[in-house]
């Protein structure tokens, strides 16, 4: 039985949303009294489109500001959930209701569908559920869907300054999605993706039941390790494996700009990073475009060069990292200068862009990076590109205002773990993943905007003979509707097997049977869920 303060509760909810929702009242006064009779708890916190805090609870996590226009689709509610039976129960009434479910955990979808729908939805905001329960005796931690990985990392190190976790570089993305779409960083050649790690997991089916490992079944259990975890359900907590790190770990960062022989050194490390280091040893690239200076103070710009930045994370001493650079990468020319000696989680502050010597407590704020609008776009390499083409990326970035690549390198376990051993394919024969990013200012319009979006499909037309082929593979972190989406509404759509098996090659068919098995009636779906059924 709900208790009274429950019902307390939802008549001040009801008499607020009949105000302030635009979704029909006795429509929105069902939901509501739907969700507070199948939650066990008291009611969860509830926006409705023009209550006071509805905008700023919606974009506190939206990291990409195209998305945060007046035209970009608004749920009917958001939801802020701090117990899993008000989860269950708005997946209960959410589909006795026709409304879809959206789930945000830390608000980095590039395309922004962890928080937006084209069809009347909730949006279930997971920032409540961030318990991070860190087991150092069996190498382990129970970590909560809403944390991000600045917390997990920072978890982890008051427990011990000798273990970590293998996932990205951004403290301020969400484990939920980042683990669910494969999630690799700095440590991903000395041990595989995020998603290599996982030991069990929580999540809530379309029914409504809350399913563990072994009650969800290896199937699934398969699925949500790199297929997404929207397409299945909502996940409620990761148990990760911990892996070994040193005391003491080397961090370096180089700038080389094309004057300085950037093309060549970047030439180079496509073959010495990938396969011609230890597997401690990570150089992840930075390509963007600098100003050149000024003429003797009055202003005038000289001109802009692309640069690039090489962050070396090496898991021993600065004197071992020097002495494999100098053997394997001399032309970096990097020196005892600069090399910085760290602990781990000292590192992860480091390599996510901070200021040297930055607190690491600042792996708690979620709100640490600064938002963007941009679009963005991935392609894995699996041969070296030629100085003639590195030279014509370097043509086009000098005509975009603030383009960058993000460059991350394979090689090691990674690649040597099978393709079909999770949902996560992208494995042997690739040497580094490219992100592709134009980013713009929001107040430009849409002319302006329409112009960054042609600039960067037309660089990604011009890396088609450099990268994979057959299909030409691309990541699901890096969500991107250009490739396709599913049907909605009769819209037109390019058929899921396309995008389907650029994000996970010949894993898509098995997805697609483990999606009609869990969720035949496709509640939870999206613009690029996974399907339960292809049509021919």
């Known amino acids: 039985m709900e208790s009274s303060s429950s019902f307390l509760i939802l008549s001040v909810f009801i008499s607020l949303f009949l105000l302030t929702s635009p979704w ?8 509501l009294q739907c969700l ?33 226009s007046p035209a970009t689709p608004k749920p009917q509610f958001i939801i802020t959930p701090n117990h899993e039976s008000q989860i269950q129960a708005l997946v209960v009434c959410s589909k006795k209701h026709g409304l879809k479910i959206t789930t945000r955990s830390g608000g980095h979808d ?32 129970w970590v909560q869907a809403g944390a991000t990985l600045g917390e997990v ?10 273990h970590g976790f293998p996932a990205g570089a951004c403290p301020t993305v969400g484990v939920g999605g980042h683990i669910s779409g ?28 809350i399913l563990d490992r072994k009650t969800m079944g290896e199937d699934l259990f398969w699925a949500i390790r790199g297929g997404g975890v929207t397409s299945f359900g909502v996940l409620l907590a990761w148990k990760i494996r911990l892996v070994p790190v040193p005391p003491t770990v080397t961090v ?10 950037a093309t060549e050194l970047v030439h180079k490390w496509q073959s010495v990073a990938s396969y011609g280091v230890p597997n401690e040893l990570s150089i992840a690239l930075h390509i963007g475009v600098v100003d050149t200076g000024s003429n003797n103070g009055t202003g005038t710009q000289l001109g802009r060069t692309v640069q690039a930045t090489f962050t070396t994370l090496f898991l021993g001493p600065a004197t071992q990292l020097l002495q494999v650079m100098e053997k394997k990468f001399p032309e970096l020319g990097m020196k005892q200068e600069d090399c910085k000696e760290m602990r781990w989680v000292e590192s992860t502050v480091r390599t996510s862009g901070f200021p040297d010597g930055t607190p690491v407590d600042i792996l708690l704020n979620r ?11 991935s392609d894995f390499v699996t041969r070296p590109i030629p ?5 014509g990326i370097w043509k086009r970035f000098l005509k975009e205002e603030r383009p960058e690549l993000v460059i991350g390198v394979w090689g090691g376990r990674v690649n040597r773990i099978s393709e079909h051993k999770i949902a996560f394919p992208h494995r042997a024969g690739n040497m580094y993943l490219i992100d592709y990013v134009t980013n713009w200012d929001e107040k430009e319009g849409q002319e302006a905007s329409a112009r960054h979006m042609s600039w960067i499909r037309e660089l990604y037309d011009y890396m088609t003979p450099y990268v994979s082929k057959s299909p030409r593979t691309a990541f699901l972190n890096y969500k991107d509707l250009d490739l396709g989406r599913v049907k909605i509404n009769g819209a037109t759509f390019v058929d899921p097997r396309i995008w389907g098996q650029m994000y996970f090659k010949s894993n898509f068919p098995r997805l697609v049977k483990a999606k009609s098995n869990v969720d035949p009636e496709n509640f939870f779906s999206g613009e690029q869920t996974i399907p339960p059924t292809i049509t021919k």
């Open 24 to 31: 029909k009242a006795s429509a929105q006064e069902d939901f």
């Open 110 to 141: 590039f395309e922004g569908l962890s928080y937006r729908a084209n069809v009347p939805f909730v949006l279930i905001d997971l920032v409540n559920f961030r318990t991070i329960d860190v087991n150092i005796r069996d190498n382990s931690a």
């Open 387 to 391: 100085k003639v083409g590195l030279e």
């Open 36 to 68: 507070a009779s199948h939650s066990k708890q008291s009611m969860p916190q509830v926006y409705a489109p023009k209550s006071p805090s509805f905008l700023s609870v919606l974009q506190s996590s939206i990291y990409n500001l195209r998305f945060t």
């Open 367 to 377: 709100s640490s990076l600064p938002k963007t609008t941009f679009k963005a776009k």
């Open 182 to 209: 494969g999630g690799f960083g700095l440590m991903v050649r000395k041990f595989g993706m995020a998603a290599d790690h996982v030991l069990d997991a929580r999540i809530i089916n379309a029914k409504g039941e």
């Open 252 to 261: 370096s960062i180089i700038t080389k700009t094309l004057q300085q022989g």
């Open 153 to 162: 990392y920072y978890r982890i190190a008051e427990k011990s300054p000798v």
